[in-house]
Every structure is written in C-alpha cells, then in structure tokens.
C-alpha cells in the first residue's frame, strides 16, 4: 500500500490513499503493477504486511514495515498520522500495547505488528455461528477472511466484499 501525505512545504491538508487492488491471478508469483507518480507536493509512504501465525497466542498477526520513498523506515508517530482516525484515537490511548515494534519472525529485522493480545476472544464471538461451515471445510478459510476484515480494518485496509460474500457460500 502506498500512502501520498503532503510534504511539509505544501499548504495542503489533504491526505491522498493509493492502494494495490487486492487480486489473485493463476500465474504463480504474484506481480507488482502499481505505478508512483512522483508530486513536488506530496511525500509517499509505502507499507508492506505480513501475515504470521503466532504459535503463543495461536493466531494470526499482522506485521508491518512502513518506510519512505528513499527507503527510511517511519517513526510510529508517521505512522500514527496515516492511521484511519478511529485507530489513531485508539493508538493515542494504549500506544505500547496496540502497535509495537519488534522483530519479524522469520526476516530476523525490525516490523511494526498489531498485537494480537484478545484475538482469540474476539474471533470467537465473530465465528459464532460457523460451525456449518466449519463442518464443511471451510473452517480456515472463512477464519482468515474474516479475521482480516477486522484487523486490516485498523491500518486502512479494506477486505473485498466478493471475498467475503465467496467464503459464506
């Protein structure tokens, strides 16, 4: 995901998201078409995620690196400022327990993540309900898409409703 923000000449105030469509295609290896058009008015922002099961707390969890367009990576306080409002309220109140920065797992360097401290309450009370659909199989499937639906929802990112709408039917 790329975030424009203005530059700090700029008399600008607003705040322009650009984000890759989500997208799957049948070719393996997925395929980077995003394009940036550079702005003198505009500094971009760029964030990569992961997802990575957590083998104590037994859930997934999302991690992110966020860095400038010369590759500096993002002080949270950036970060905070390219949050939707309502999760920046939220990082304001519990700043060391909603995002915190720590090493990913498997690339061994420093990624923020969305601690996953009460996921598993939650998930529950959102699954409630799937055990048909658990019996069927889709049990993991429907799990992912519907933890993602919440937690992507914090750091702006939006699950696609044929998604959803796929993994009810």
Known sequence: MCVLVPAEDSNEEEMCAVEEEAGFCEIEGAADNATLVQSKHHEAHFYDFHIVY???FRVPVLYFRAYCSDGRPLLL??????LPACSSKVLLETKWSFITLEEHPFLNRPWYKLHPCGTSEWMKLLCLG??????NGLAIELYLVSWFSVVGQVVGLKTPLEMVKSQRN
Not at 77 to 82: F, H, M, P, T
Not at 130 to 135: F, G, I, L, R, T
């Open 54 to 56: 957590s083998s104590s």
């Open 130 to 135: 799937d055990e048909v659909a658990a019996k």
């Open 77 to 82: 306080n950036d970060i905070e400022k390219d």
